[in-house]
């Protein structure tokens, strides 16, 4: 890989009428171009999370917020109120039902789409999008079906038309200083990573069905937010339901689907205690509350081993129906160093040994001073852009790559076949979970270009 990605294959960058760079020449390469129109976005699902990327959009001078679609009148008007508030003129709306927002997709003034709806529709949103050739950003989840995501692949393959998968974890800010670590050696040859989804979700999963965090003991018709559909995942399934954000930041430092990939998994699953608990010592729920008599399939804690074709293993937690402090339990360890974070992401939660360096003390050190001191350029560059984004500022590295990616008409960091590979994990676990923790295959989305694919995630100070 060459040091900068700016240097970039030249194409013909613009097409016809002034519009923006053809959705599907993201992928050939311009050089040095920077795009002087706006990017013309519509948002397909503006619940919760979908408002926190239209603050982060509004805020832009080179994006045009163009519609929104949505049943919900409630999240419509919230996120009106937040193109008000800066300026920016209303959005068309698509509030028709469910299927409303396939008039969204019909706008010849839309470039790109940022999907963040519940998980079962990604798959037919995403599709449809592509083919109506809408660039696409897409929220996090784990696929409903394996088959799902050789959809997204085999669209993408026939329409050309990019897919950005968000996960914004890779980007947090102790992780990428890892990640710059990593690159530079100083872990020497990578053997083992663990990362997961250790966050309790009890307060998302039950609400009152009128706010959405922590307040009640209702779900689906009844429940608000997340927990009218979320929560529903638990009851039917057993499995690593949401295995990017554990995933994502190991596999970028591992190189998997760029000179890597991953290869096979085993996955058990605890007893499912946890959420019948919660409803049961709820102030507003109690043993006689119709949803302590339901059964919760999903347990508590899930872990799935990974191997890898290099032969690195990846250990994924999914832990989130349990009482506990938020840490996602990463660890990155090499033969010459290992890392250990322990909290949210903070420099100081973590521990560090590289016994060469520290001359055998076999004594972890705190991560605070080497978290500051290999401080990815991309934070050192945007930190004062990042300052007040979501999710301790990752989710401005999220939606600049974005953006700037098609401005700029260069590939996404985080594409299909990365999407594909990370979705899978989820109906895979399943899988092997229902069958005694059986080793399953992991299928090969790349159909071996995972040989000869570079590294492009983190490589600059841009994207």
């Given at each position: 890989?060459?040091?900068?990605?700016?240097?970039?294959?030249?194409?013909?960058?613009?097409a016809?009428f002034?519009?923006?760079?053809?959705?599907?020449s993201?992928?050939a390469?311009?050089?040095?171009?920077?795009?002087?129109?706006?990017v013309?976005?519509g948002f397909?699902?503006?619940?919760?999370?979908?408002?926190?990327?239209?603050?982060?959009?509004a805020k832009?001078?080179?994006?045009?917020?163009?519609a929104?679609?949505?049943?919900?009148?409630?999240?419509?008007?919230?996120?009106?109120?937040?193109l008000?508030?800066?300026?920016?003129?209303?959005a068309?709306?698509f509030?028709?039902?469910e299927?409303?927002?396939?008039?969204?997709l019909?706008?010849?003034n839309?470039?790109a789409?940022?999907i963040?709806t519940p998980?079962?529709?990604?798959?037919?949103?995403?599709?449809?999008a592509?083919?109506?050739?809408?660039?696409?950003?897409m929220?996090?989840?784990g696929?409903?079906?394996?088959d799902?995501?050789?959809?997204?692949?085999?669209t993408?393959?026939?329409?050309?038309?990019?897919?950005?998968m968000m996960?914004?974890?890779?980007?947090?800010?102790?992780?990428?200083a890892?990640?710059?670590?990593?690159?530079?050696?100083?872990f020497?040859?990578l053997?083992h990573?663990?990362g997961?989804y250790?966050?309790?979700?009890?307060g998302?999963?039950?609400?009152?069905?009128?706010t959405?965090y922590?307040?009640?003991?209702?779900?689906g018709?009844?429940?608000?937010?997340?927990?009218k559909?979320?929560?529903?995942?638990?009851?039917k399934r057993?499995g690593?339901?949401?295995?990017?954000?554990?995933?994502?930041p190991v596999?970028?430092?591992?190189?998997?689907?760029r000179?890597?990939?991953?290869t096979?998994?085993?996955?058990f699953?605890?007893?499912?205690l946890?959420?019948?608990?919660?409803?049961v010592?709820?102030?507003?729920?109690?043993?006689?509350?119709?949803?302590?008599?339901?059964?919760f399939n999903?347990?508590?804690?899930v872990?799935?081993?990974?191997a890898c074709?290099n032969?690195?293993?990846?250990l994924?937690?999914?832990?989130?129906?349990?009482?506990?402090?938020?840490?996602?339990?990463?660890?990155?360890?090499?033969?010459?160093g290992?890392?250990?974070?322990?909290?949210?992401?903070g420099?100081?939660q973590?521990?560090?040994y590289?016994?060469k360096?520290?001359?055998?003390?076999?004594?972890?050190?705190n991560?605070?001073?080497w978290?500051?001191?290999?401080?990815h350029?991309?934070?050192?560059?945007?930190e004062?852009k990042?300052t007040?984004a979501?999710?301790g500022?990752?989710?401005?590295?999220v939606?600049?790559?974005f953006?700037?990616?098609?401005?700029r008409?260069i590939?996404?960091p985080m594409?299909v076949?990365?999407?594909?590979?990370?979705?899978a994990i989820?109906p895979?676990?399943?899988?092997?979970?229902?069958?005694?923790?059986?080793?399953?295959?992991?299928?090969?989305?790349t159909k071996?270009?995972?040989?000869n694919?570079?590294?492009?995630?983190g490589?600059?100070?841009?994207?």
């Amino acid at each position: 890989m060459d040091n900068s990605r700016r240097d970039f294959i030249k194409t013909t960058a613009l097409a016809s009428f002034g519009a923006l760079v053809l959705p599907h020449s993201l992928f050939a390469y311009s050089k040095g171009f920077v795009s002087d129109k706006k990017v013309r976005v519509g948002f397909i699902g503006v619940g919760l999370r979908g408002q926190e990327h239209v603050k982060l959009l509004a805020k832009r001078d080179d994006v045009e917020i163009v519609a929104f679609a949505d049943p919900s009148p409630i999240m419509l008007s919230a996120s009106q109120k937040i193109l008000k508030s800066n300026g920016k003129p209303e959005a068309r709306e698509f509030s028709n039902g469910e299927y409303d927002y396939r008039n969204l997709l019909k706008l010849g003034n839309i470039d790109a789409v940022v999907i963040a709806t519940p998980w079962e529709w990604h798959l037919t949103q995403g599709v449809e999008a592509m083919k109506a050739k809408k660039i696409v950003g897409m929220e996090v989840s784990g696929a409903i079906k394996l088959d799902d995501c050789w959809e997204f692949v085999k669209t993408y393959e026939e329409t050309k038309v990019p897919i950005f998968m968000m996960e914004n974890v890779c980007y947090r800010r102790d992780i990428m200083a890892i990640l710059n670590m990593v690159r530079k050696g100083m872990f020497g040859e990578l053997v083992h990573g663990r990362g997961g989804y250790q966050h309790d979700l009890r307060g998302v999963l039950f609400n009152d069905g009128v706010t959405p965090y922590n307040s009640g003991a209702e779900f689906g018709e009844k429940g608000f937010s997340e927990a009218k559909w979320r929560t529903e995942h638990y009851v039917k399934r057993n499995g690593e339901l949401y295995p990017t954000h554990g995933l994502g930041p190991v596999s970028v430092m591992m190189d998997i689907n760029r000179g890597n990939r991953l290869t096979r998994l085993s996955s058990f699953s605890s007893k499912s205690l946890g959420l019948h608990q919660y409803i049961v010592e709820h102030p507003k729920g109690g043993a006689n509350h119709p949803n302590a008599k339901v059964k919760f399939n999903q347990g508590d804690i899930v872990t799935t081993q990974i191997a890898c074709a290099n032969g690195e293993t990846i250990l994924l937690t999914h832990d989130t129906s349990l009482q506990r402090p938020y840490d996602l339990g990463f660890r990155v360890q090499g033969t010459d160093g290992i890392w250990q974070d322990f909290g949210s992401g903070g420099a100081d939660q973590g521990h560090i040994y590289f016994e060469k360096i520290m001359n055998h003390t076999h004594k972890w050190d705190n991560t605070e001073k080497w978290i500051k001191d290999y401080d990815h350029p991309m934070w050192k560059k945007f930190e004062s852009k990042a300052t007040g984004a979501g999710h301790g500022g990752m989710d401005f590295f999220v939606m600049n790559t974005f953006i700037e990616c098609i401005k700029r008409n260069i590939e996404f960091p985080m594409d299909v076949y990365d999407l594909a590979t990370w979705y899978a994990i989820t109906p895979l676990s399943e899988k092997s979970i229902a069958k005694g923790g059986q080793v399953v295959e992991i299928p090969d989305f790349t159909k071996g270009q995972w040989k000869n694919r570079k590294p492009i995630f983190g490589m600059t100070d841009e994207f």
